[in-house]
C-alpha cells in the first residue's frame, strides 16, 4: 500500500464513516495516480502520501455527516481539482450521483482515468463554473453543492448557489478564516437566495483547522447572477 490505510481508517471513523477493504484499495490506488500523474500534469502540491491522506482524503470524507441525511441527491463538486471532495466521497458511497466540475480539461481527463481505474461511475463537466451556472442544463438542477478552498466564500457563493436547485444545499470547506469569511459573504449569500444553517470548526490531524460552512437555498438566483468573465472575482458581491 502507498497510503497508511489505518491512519485513513481512523480519521474515517472520526466522522461515522467505515471503510471496507475494497474502498481502501480504491484509495491507494487513487494515490497512486495522483503522485504518478502529478509529474507531469501539476495536479494538487500535495505529493506526500501522508498529506494526501489527510488534507485530500480526510478533509473531503469530513463532508460526509452533512451530506448523510441527503442521500440520493445530485451532488456538483465545483472546482473540483483533482477530484476532492468527489473522489473521495465516491469511494465511501458508490451509490451517490456525482458531477465533477473543472474549467482544466487535464484535470478532467486525468478524472476520467482515476474514475476508469477504480471502477466507478460519475458525470464529468469540463466549464467554467459562472458559464455552467448561466447553462439551463445545469442551473438550478443540482441538490448540492460542495467546493473546497478554491476561492473566498463571497465568490465561491457566487459561482456555486446558481447551480443550487430551491431547496438545496451549498457547503464549502474552508481553513481557520472560515468564520471571517462567513461573516462576510452574508450579504452575497443573501443576493443569491440562500441563507447560512450551520458552521462547524474542528481541527483535523495533519491538516490543521478546517471549517464546514452550509448554507440552504430558499429561492431562486437572480438571473443576473453568475455575472460573466472576472466580474465576480474583480467585485465580488
Known sequence: MTIDTTLLQDTALAFGVELGGEALERFDTCAKLLIERNKTMNLTSVTEPGEIVAKHFADSLSLIPFLRPLAGRHLIDVGTGAGFSGIPLLIANPALEITFLDATKKKVD??????????????????????????????????????????????????????????????????????????????????????????KSFILEGAGERTLLAYRKISATDERFPRRGGKIAKSPL
Open 110 to 199: 486525468f478524472l476520467a482515468e482515476v474514475l476508469r481505474e477504480l471502477g466507478l461511475e460519475a458525470h464529468l463537466l469540463c466549464l467554467r463554473a459562472e458559464e455552467a451556472g448561466r447553462d439551463r442544463a445545469h442551473r438550478d438542477r443540482y441538490d448540492i453543492a460542495v467546493a473546497r478552498a478554491v476561492a473566498n466564500l463571497r465568490e465561491l457563493c457566487e459561482y456555486c448557489l446558481p447551480l443550487v436547485k430551491p431547496g438545496g444545499c451549498f457547503a464549502a470547506m474552508k481553513g481557520p478564516g472560515g468564520a471571517d469569511e462567513a461573516a462576510q459573504a452574508e450579504n452575497a449569500a443573501a443576493r443569491l437566495g440562500a441563507v447560512p444553517v450551520s458552521r
